[in-house]
């Protein structure tokens, strides 16, 4: 916690995106969390994307439950909406949400404990509906509001503060996504803006649920030597499987130019989405192909079981159709329809439901 | 880059810019802070060790640490520095029972100073305590040389003056009044163990122009002050020309407009970008309604039998030329009318009383050489400092003169190396008092300079003795001390307790901190989180850290000090500590001789908090 406000004043260089706005203007409150959590570091890399992509503050709804990591929201983007919902409830508060207004950005930021045990259902059920939200597990493996006990996300022998260690099975996100269709799956590391501010930028594009497990390591509960979620740990057992850069679809004409700075030129391969956004690929692992799901499937069950942490960019569907394009709503966001159109009256009901005799 | 050796007293010493930029290192946030506690007496006994005359530099000195200001990276004005060393001043109570105490049995030495200017008498300050006996030779019937000459009544009231000269006169100097030196060799042959020539720059310089010597209404600056502080000039007439624009010009208009000059013009040959004189003093004369004339360079004086009718000037424009030096054009001719002209225009060392076989060498503009490091000239035992020594400067420099030469003199008289000079050294102590507790406010400020009132104009123009600031109230100084950036609170960065969080990176406002792979420092800089831009500042970078074998650098030059690394650090690599410069003073073994504030004393427990 720290009690000293950060000073509203600027590195003279500091630079602005198109609106005119520089990455202080996507900043929320001060934080809370212990210091150096990791969550801090994903709020900065929340905050470096949406100034990139230039979203306009006041057109994103922050979503959160309950625990470490649903404080998060409250840290960037201060002039954004918000909902800091029940425990485990985020997807189902977000999805009304994102039923009335399709026109907002959808940020939802969860932690391992209200997305894979008390908000699990919900989880699973957001992914199928394929909401258009960016997901973002902080995973650190511990319950750090109740002093650190082990989550659902607690590897196999993971080691408790006191030496204990875990001997129940984890639930994987990135698995668990891609078992459940998922069409975006990716996993970052709180340490490493360099890879996680990318996969966030497409995550926030991608027409659909956007699930990004992000290791983010608990500095009070679960950063010792024997724990499987530590800085240390994670760094040592990092693993890239595929280097994304993603460009939004404004940049599509020449897409090229824009990304080679970020990945470079060697080994790479775009995929285009639906909404003319493409995300090129770095290929790390040999033939790694990030639209091949069953493939993903195995390469990151073969990896975890060698003890390793595959991250990156894993599977993207580039053919993805978000809840609204399943359901062929109307493109209005429903806040906007006239009540006339929303609620057609008795006659309009009758004559539908004269379809159905 | 070679990680950062932050042992070396100067790393942290550069970082806290407004002391690295005195001349005499006053450790002005220290006193800021003790200030912002109420502890007058010791923020002025900080300054005193240092500086020797708070009162009197806390009114007239020329500020060397403001432009160097970190503020003004962040806001458009440097804290208000000066002011608040004489809130130290005039809030101070009786600090006498804190001067170190004078030996009885004096030690043998016998050190002689000639004028008594503000570089003699720091010698005079640092040998006293010593046990030397310090004789000064004063031309006039009073100290103080170009402090009490040259700077009027209106600026520096003589009470202020005095009492800080009488604090090192009491302490037993044998002062001879109206003793003008008027032999070197006489006084080499004086049975003196060392002579210290302070004798200031006090010869002004002429224009020598048509008609020049054809009236005697042409005034030289510096005597001419010299002439209206000791009473035997006190009018001059309607129409007065200031030919310069230097700070002594500026005082010659002000003290014209308070004894009878009514149209007073500064005439000055080239434009304002290229005046000498300091901002604040130049818009202190303007807002006493004098004129500021720019770009116009005197052909002539107009002198009709006997009688000076005014001043002839050539109107020029200025370019830079080929090799970049500065030139001007002829535009046009101008006439001013004028009574009197006072000539403004610098001024020079003076030693028609050192012969040339004094054995003390001089150069072709017959200045002394004197060596930079040891204060000594070419004959052993004769020290210069102050203007005396490399032409005019200003006090605080005076001051600094007369600390280097008194070590050289202590050293001399003990048979010692005098290239051997003792080391600056430094204290470094954590600021950290508990969980969120720093011994220092580091909530930013976001108040802009406060605005030294002045009295009223018709009421100062009334009189020489009107002092025309009225000092800082404490609303002012309560939000002054505030706007410190406290840059001697530093961050220092222990790289093996790192564990790349990200923490600091993330926190820091003035994007100061990166976590990359090393590399050669000009490719470094334009890597970071923000480009380090600022070559004079430097960058600091730490051992390989333990988990990846990247390095944390951060760039000194925006660093606002806020704290908030080491406040989000979790193992606290990052801490803020306090660092204490050790200056060192002749034959003085203790940390600070002079004001007794060992680090324990500048970072106790906490501000004390105050409320207006």
Redesign the interface.
């Known amino acids: ?14 630079e602005k995106n198109e609106l005119g706005l520089t990455r ?1 203007d996507y900043e929320g409150v001060m934080s809370t969390l ?5 969550h ?2 994903v ?2 890399a929340l905050i470096e994307a949406a100034w990139e992509l230039a979203i306009p503050t006041h057109r994103a709804a922050k979503m959160s439950g309950i625990g470490c990591s649903s404080k998060t929201t409250a840290y960037f983007m201060s002039e954004s909406h918000g909902f800091n919902s029940v425990h485990g409830r985020m997807p189902s508060v977000a999805s009304g949400a994102n039923a009335a207004n399709r026109d907002l950005v959808y940020i939802g930021v969860s932690g391992d404990g209200d997305s894979l045990s008390i908000g699990l259902g919900q989880l699973c059920h957001a992914v199928r509906r394929n909401l258009n939200l960016l997901y973002i597990i902080e995973n650190n493996g511990v319950y750090g509001l109740t002093k650190g006990q082990f989550s659902a996300s607690a590897d196999m022998g993971s080691k408790s503060k006191r030496g204990v260690p875990n001997e129940q099975p984890p639930i994987d996100p990135a698995l668990l996504g891609l078992s459940i269709g998922a069409t975006f799956v990716a996993r970052g590391f ?2 490493d ?1 360099q890879q996680l501010v990318p996969i966030i930028k497409a995550g926030i594009r991608h027409p659909g649920l956007a699930l990004v497990d992000v290791i983010s ?1 608990c ?2 509960f679960n ?1 010792h030597v024997g724990s499987t979620k530590s ?2 740990y994670t ?1 040592e057992h990092f693993r890239e499987a595929v280097e994304a850069a993603f460009v939004a679809p404004k940049d599509f004409v020449a897409p090229a130019d824009e990304i080679t700075a970020d990945i470079g030129s060697a080994d790479v391969r775009d995929v285009r989405m639906h909404d003319g956004s493409v995300i090129r690929f770095r290929q790390v692992e040999g033939d790694y192909d990030a639209t091949d799901r069953d493939a993903v499937y195995g390469y990151l069950r073969e990896r975890q079981n060698a003890g390793e942490v595959p991250t990156g960019l894993l599977y993207v569907d580039p053919d993805s159709r978000d809840l609204h394009d399943v359901l062929g709503t109307v493109d209005r966001p429903l806040w906007n329809l006239p009540f006339e159109e929303l609620c057609p009256g008795a006659e309009a009901l009758d004559a539908l439901m004269e379809n159905y005799r | 880059m070679e990680p950062t050796n932050v042992e070396n007293p100067d790393y942290y010493h550069k970082v806290v810019d407004c002391q690295w930029a005195c001349p005499a290192h006053t450790n002005v946030p220290g006193y800021i802070r003790l200030i912002a506690q109420e502890r007058y007496d010791d923020a002025y006994m900080l300054n005193w060790e240092s500086n020797v005359f708070p009162g009197i530099l806390g009114r007239t000195c020329d500020r060397p640490c403001e432009p160097a200001c970190r503020r003004v ?3 458009e004005k440097p804290v208000a520095i000066c002011r608040l060393k004489r809130v130290a001043a005039d809030l101070r109570g009786d600090i006498t029972p804190r001067f170190p105490e004078i030996p009885k049995q004096k030690n043998g030495k016998r050190i002689a100073c000639v004028g008594a200017g503000p570089a003699s008498l720091t010698v005079a300050r640092d040998l006293m305590p010593l046990g030397y006996e310090v004789t000064i030779f004063e031309k006039n019937d009073r100290p103080g040389g170009l402090m009490w000459t040259n700077i009027p009544q209106f600026r520096l009231p003589p009470e202020v003056l005095w009492e800080e000269i009488d604090y090192i006169l009491d302490m037993g100097v044998d002062i001879r009044y109206n003793a003008p030196v008027e032999s070197m060799k006489w006084l080499l042959e004086q049975d003196f163990d060392a002579v210290f020539v302070g004798s200031g720059a006090p010869r002004g310089k002429e224009l020598r122009l048509p008609g020049r010597y054809d009236t005697d209404h042409i005034y030289i600056g510096i005597d001419w002050l010299e002439s209206v502080a000791f009473g035997h000039t006190n009018s001059i007439e309607e129409n007065v020309l200031v030919i310069g624009v230097g700070n002594t010009a500026m005082d010659c208009c002000r003290t014209s407009k308070r004894i009878g000059g009514t149209n007073v013009k500064v005439m000055a040959r080239k434009s304002k970008p290229y005046f000498k004189a300091s901002p604040w003093e130049l818009e202190d004369a303007e807002e006493e309604l004098v004129d500021i004339v720019e770009n116009h360079s005197p052909t002539e004086f107009v002198v009709e039998d006997g009688v000076l009718q005014g001043m002839n000037f050539d109107i020029v424009e200025w370019h830079e030329n080929d090799e970049g030096r500065l030139v001007s054009t002829k535009l046009d001719e101008a006439f001013f009318p004028a009574e009197a002209v006072i000539l403004a225009i610098g001024q020079e060392t003076a030693f028609p009383w050192i012969e040339d076989d004094a054995g003390i060498e001089f150069n072709k503009w017959r200045e002394a050489v004197v060596d930079k490091t040891t204060f000594m000239s070419t004959r052993e035992g004769v020290f210069f400092g102050g203007d005396a020594a490399w032409g005019p400067e200003n006090i605080i420099w005076a001051a600094e003169h007369g600390h280097q030469a008194a070590i050289s003199i202590h050293a001399y008289c003990n048979g010692e190396d005098l290239r051997k000079r003792p080391p600056e050294q430094m204290n470094l102590v954590s600021a950290k008092m508990g969980l ?1 507790e720093w011994s220092y406010s ?3 400020e ?1 108040a802009h300079r406060r605005k030294m009132r002045h009295v009223r104009l018709e009421e100062r123009l009334q009189s020489i003795e009107t002092e025309v600031e009225e000092g800082f109230d404490l609303e002012q100084t309560l939000t002054e001390v505030e706007r410190c950036l406290n840059c001697d609170i530093q961050t220092h960065f222990t790289g093996s307790l790192c ?5 600091c ?3 820091c ?4 901190l990166t976590i990359t792979h090393n590399g050669e420092e000009a490719e470094l800089r334009t890597r970071l989180t ?2 380090a ?1 600022n070559a004079e500042q430097d960058i600091y970078v730490s051992e390989p850290l333990p ?2 074998a990247r390095v944390m650098v951060k760039d000194e030059d ?1 660093c ?1 000090h ?3 690394c080491a ?5 606290a690599a990052w801490d803020m500590r306090t660092f204490d410069l050790l200056k060192p003073y002749a034959g003085q073994d203790a940390e600070h001789p002079y004001s007794g504030l060992g680090i324990e004393e500048m970072a106790p427990g906490g501000l004390v908090s105050v409320t207006p």
């Open positions: 916690m720290t009690h000293i406000a950060k000073p509203r004043v600027f590195h003279p260089s500091l202080r212990c210091a150096g959590c990791g801090d570091s709020t900065a709180s340490g803006k390591p500095v009070t950063d800085y240390a760094r | 990276r962040v806001e969120h580091n909530d930013y976001y564990i790349e969080c990200d923490a990176i993330d926190i406002p003035l994007s100061c923000a480009p831009e988990q990846t925006l606002i806020c704290g908030l406040e989000r650090c979790p193992t």
